[in-house]
Structures are given as C-alpha cells and as structure tokens.
C-alpha cells in the first residue's frame, strides 16, 4: 500500500516509480494504466492506488511479463472481482515461467564459476593450460576442450531456492 495519501501529477508519479513521463503515457495508451484523474486544466493526478498499481506493474515488467501478458492481466482486473481466479492463475504461470529462467540462470553460473575456477588453478600453476582439479573427469581434456565443455554444463537448481 502507498504511504501517500495526495494526488500526484505524472511528473512525480514518474519520478517515484522511476520511469519517464513518456512511459506513463504511453502505459496509459496500452492499456496498462486506467484512467487517471485530471486538474480542471487536463493535467494527469494519479492517486495514491494508481501509485500501488503502477509498482506492481514495473515488478511484472522486471520479472519479464510481456506488455501483451501485463495487458491482459490489467483488462482482467477491470473486470473487477469475478476475474480473480483468471488474475490467479495468470500469476501462477508467470511465477513458473521465472522460476524456470532462474534455474536456467542458476546453472549458466554455476558453468561460468566453474570456468572461473579454471583458470584461477591455470593462474596458481603458472599459466598451465590443464590445471589439476580433484575430482575432475575433464582433467585431461585440452584448453580448448575445456572451453568448449562448459557450454554444457549442468548443475541442479531447485525452483524458488535462493540465496541469502
């Protein structure tokens, strides 16, 4: 919930949330925004719930939702309370959707620090091409090899995991 309690124009409003006023308006155009109130002068004044909603839409534009899925989620909620199970569940998919890009992410870096860890051993044994790693199947495998094998790399990521 917003801690303010007064109409702001689309000036503060994009100052606060941290886009530019061209991006409001344009949010607005799409659909994403509902109609704001205006000054007797047709200035914008957005309230302190357009506010709220405003954050939770840049949350589903940094977590990924196209504008087309934020679209559809904002014509839903228009629809008010009967289109809380269809909100629901359009959440449900999208938080699946990130979670599985954070386990793909989780084991792109888990392949990128091993590779780190490659050449910090080919660094402490003086610019060596194969470093000795314990328990490392790939030992024997060319410089070359190495670099190409961690393209494939694996590691197991539980959805939701994370670290502190």
Do not use: C
């Not at 205006?38 to 357009?50: E, F, I, K, N, W």
Request: hydrophobic share 40%; aromatic share 6%.
């Amino acid at each position: 919930m917003s801690k303010i309690s007064t109409a702001l124009t689309i000036g503060q409003v994009a100052e606060t949330i941290g886009v530019s006023t061209h991006t409001l308006r344009y949010y607005e155009q799409a659909g994403l925004i509902r109609e704001v109130g205006r000054t007797q002068a047709g200035h914008r004044l957005y309230s302190p719930a357009d506010l709220d909603w405003l954050r939770f839409v840049m949350r589903l534009k940094a977590t990924g939702m196209p504008i087309a899925g934020m679209q559809a989620f904002a014509a839903l909620r228009a629809q008010g309370q009967p289109t809380m199970g269809a909100r629901r569940d359009q959440l449900v998919a999208h938080r699946d959707a990130v979670l599985g890009r954070i386990a793909e992410l989780q084991s792109n870096l888990g392949a990128i620090v091993d590779k780190i860890a490659y050449y910090e051993a080919a660094a402490r044994n003086g610019g060596a091409d194969e470093p000795t790693r314990q328990g490392d199947a790939a030992a024997s495998l060319s410089h070359s090899d190495k670099d190409s094998t961690w393209t494939t790399h694996k590691t197991t990521a539980t959805p939701g995991a994370g670290t502190s």
